[in-house]
């Protein structure tokens, strides 16, 4: 059944198993059936994995190729899983001259072996899987001119050192090194760089930055697509510290992590991360050497530690005045795991909640993976939800998106024996009342899109239940270009060390985030912050009338249940005209009720105003109220609502189980409001004046010249049976 879905989908998508697309000048650059034999035969095979292909060649000459593919038993594959092998015709640093895709597995007519006849011109293309969560199989195949190529001239490079200097010449905080390459034959193919002169050669993808005080090298070079590498260069400065009467060293610490026997020895392996902290100039190099009377060397990852035996790690920090912590050592021992262990692990999957008659449960299911090791134990668990990269199991995975959802799970014991996948399926409908995580952002999109930068990489839920692009809060109020940067950067290396993100999305969103340019002085992309939960955010807020709302410890602000009356809590600090507003709002009414509450907009001045004597009614009668209660009798007024003057019902984006925190965005733009419940338009209003209250209510002043264009912001308190939360309220102007 999978198969026939995967190929339904495929052919939706156009995208055939056995014929490949014909060229625009008529002649055909693939078909998979073998017609002739050509001078060169390229050979991919696929199996189990869905990250990666078996096998794949790198390289070939211009000119006629068989293409193979094969994803068979022979090859590996025990599941019956299909793959595709695909040639991408979409990125214009690629050739896009070879349209092939085909979709091959174990039981179709050829079983699982297809052929192609190409021709390959000098260049490079890029191969992917274009099945929905293989997205990790991919590679590129780089191609040469027959006999060695007409192109024999490597890369012209050049590098340029940036950055504020004193009188020495020497670099103040920081340098930046730009690295720019020029090839007139076919074109540069990358350009690398390399720290120091031992230092292994990276991908140059953007201008290195460099902090450390001291003296460095950027070594650099550049490769063409006929594979000629320019020699290599090398620029050399100096980086100084900023003035500073910072006398005080860093502060230190380190762990060891690593699975351990009954006797607290590390088997087969210990890991020592060290951390270091300095509130003053900053850490500028962190130090470790292995042993009593190691070498010291710099730190840059944990220090995976495989000898056996026992060790003594030790470390210290300096900071970029130049103040060294004094030396720390940490001591384990590391003993080997046993070794005769062949058969891996057995894993199995339970699915539990509430179902409903379809079978299907009702707002979350909750997965329990347990694997068991009859010979070396279990080392580690995992398990794929959707298609998605493998994440370490450590407690039930609670998935509460609705839909169909697929989630892989297998083992790996301490002798490296590795279980193959398994899988369990089940859906999840609407309902059951489960608190939504509490995220920095609302964002459901299916790319990470960083201001108005798409990275194109998927936007995927990570373990705290989150997307990416709710993490980078790229509506956050930033108030530098490189504190945003920095931001990211980490955000991006917990994802990495996660598995959520690989190294080349990691390079793809940093990079959306520099050209977004958020943090700039101008740029408009960032939200102000009226509340985040902390005292000092509340404590800006002013109340009024009856009623009361309270600060919780998780970050929200709750209406009283024991302070009667109807009542507002406004924020004085400054009026607003256009805007976009964003909160998130949770119907906590005790019982059966539902909460009744409102968020005011462009209301005045509420102290001694000359025709209402009383401070919350102000809001009322002279601002504009957008509803919130999802009740579905009563008042005919419900969420989104402009109450009195633009009714809307309880369609729209639907109504929420109570309970669970609503994305809610008002925009008001000159007279036109809109109103947005969890990413839904639900209302769009447009105040032309002369509208009444509806029913009509003696003491309104009407719009006739009387709702302003600018005011103040609040929310109501209706009652204490009408109990409503609020949390993350952020604005920003138009």
Not at 598 to 621: L, N
């Amino acid at each position: 059944m999978w198969t026939a879905l995967v190929a339904s989908v495929l052919m939706v998508l156009g995208l055939t198993s056995n014929a490949a697309y014909g060229r625009p000048d008529g002649r055909t650059a693939a078909k998979t059936t073998a017609t002739a034999a050509a001078e060169q035969v390229l050979t991919w095979t696929a199996g189990d994995p869905i990250d990666r292909y078996l096998s794949f060649p790198a390289t070939a000459v211009a000119g006629p190729a068989t293409i193979v593919f094969e994803n068979s038993a022979a090859t590996g594959n025990t599941t019956g899983m299909p793959h595709t092998l695909t040639f991408d015709v979409s990125d214009p640093q690629y050739n896009n001259d070879v349209r092939l895709n085909i979709l091959a597995n174990p039981s179709d007519d050829q079983g699982g072996k297809h052929t192609a006849q190409v021709t390959l011109t000098p260049g490079r293309y890029r191969f992917f899987c274009t099945i929905p969560g293989h997205g990790a199989m991919q590679g590129v195949l780089t191609v040469t001119e027959a006999g060695g190529g007409e192109d024999t001239t490597a890369p012209e490079t050049t590098a340029q050192v940036e950055g504020e200097r004193n009188a020495d010449g020497a670099y103040i905080g920081h340098a930046n090194v730009t690295v720019t390459a020029t090839d007139a034959g076919t074109g540069v193919d990358r350009i690398e760089y390399a720290v120091g002169s031992g230092g292994t050669w990276q991908t140059y993808t953007g201008p290195v930055m460099v902090h450390e005080v001291g003296a460095h090298r950027i070594r650099y070079r550049a490769t063409d697509k006929a594979g000629n590498t320019a020699a290599e260069k090398a620029v050399d400065f100096t980086v100084v510290a900023p003035p500073t009467d910072d006398r005080t060293p860093p502060e230190t610490s380190a762990t060891v992590s690593g699975e351990k026997d009954t006797e607290g020895r590390y088997l087969g392996m210990a890991t020592v991360t060290v951390t270091a902290s300095d509130a003053g100039s900053g850490v500028n190099t962190i130090q470790y050497a292995v042993g009593a009377g190691g070498a010291w060397q710099t730190y840059t990852a944990p220090v995976m530690v495989h000898a056996t035996g026992t060790h003594t790690v030790r470390y210290r920090a300096t900071d970029r005045a130049g103040n060294t912590a004094a030396e720390k050592a940490v001591d384990f021992t590391v003993v080997a795991p046993p070794t005769d262990d062949k058969t891996p692990p057995e894993t199995t999957a339970a699915v539990t909640g509430e179902k409903n008659a379809d079978g299907a449960y009702i707002g979350r299911a909750t997965v329990t993976v347990t694997a068991t090791d009859a010979g070396s134990g279990v080392e580690k668990t995992e398990y794929s939800l959707d298609g998605g990269p493998y994440l370490a199991y450590t407690v039930p995975v609670v998935v509460d998106r609705v839909g169909h959802h697929t989630l892989l799970h297998r083992a790996t014991d301490k002798a490296g024996n590795t279980s193959a996948a398994r899988q369990v399926g089940f859906d999840v409908a609407e309902g059951g009342g489960v608190p939504a995580p509490h995220c920095p952002e609302y964002d459901e999109r299916l790319t990470v899109i960083v201001g108005t930068v798409d990275s194109g990489v998927p936007n995927r839920m990570t373990r705290g239940r989150c997307t990416i692009n709710e993490l980078i809060e790229d509506e956050k109020d930033w108030s530098s270009h490189a504190l945003f940067l920095k931001h990211v950067d980490a955000v991006l290396d917990r994802l990495l060390t996660e598995g959520v993100v690989d190294a080349r999305e990691h390079r793809t969103i940093y990079r959306a985030a520099k050209e977004s340019g958020i943090g700039k002085p101008g740029q408009t992309t960032g939200y102000r912050t009226l509340f985040d939960g902390s005292a000092e955010t509340f404590a800006r807020w002013q109340h009024v009338g009856g009623g009361r709302f309270g600060l919780n410890g998780d970050g929200s602000m709750t209406s009283s249940t024991a302070v009667p009356g109807m009542g507002m809590l406004w924020f004085p600090q400054r009026q607003y005209g256009d805007f976009s507003l964003k909160l998130q709002w949770r119907d906590d009414a005790p019982g059966a009720g539902n909460a009744n509450s409102g968020v005011f907009v462009r209301f005045p001045y509420v102290h001694d105003h000359p025709e209402e004597p009383r401070p919350e009614w102000v809001a009322i009668k002279f601002g504009h109220e957008i509803q919130v209660l999802d009740r579905p009798d009563g008042d005919l007024y419900k969420t989104g609502s402009v109450y009195g003057f633009d009714r809307v019902g309880l369609g729209g984006a639907g109504v929420t189980p109570k309970g669970t925190w609503n994305d809610y965005e008002i925009r008001v733009e000159g007279q036109h409001y809109s109103v947005f419940r969890n990413g839904v338009l639900i209302n769009e209003f447009d105040n032309t004046g002369g509208q009444e209250f509806s029913p009509p209510r003696a003491d309104d002043p009407g719009t006739d010249g009387r709702r302003y264009a600018t005011g103040y912001l609040g929310l109501q308190v209706h009652g204490t049976t009408d109990v409503i939360s609020y949390r993350d309220i952020r604005i920003k102007e138009l």
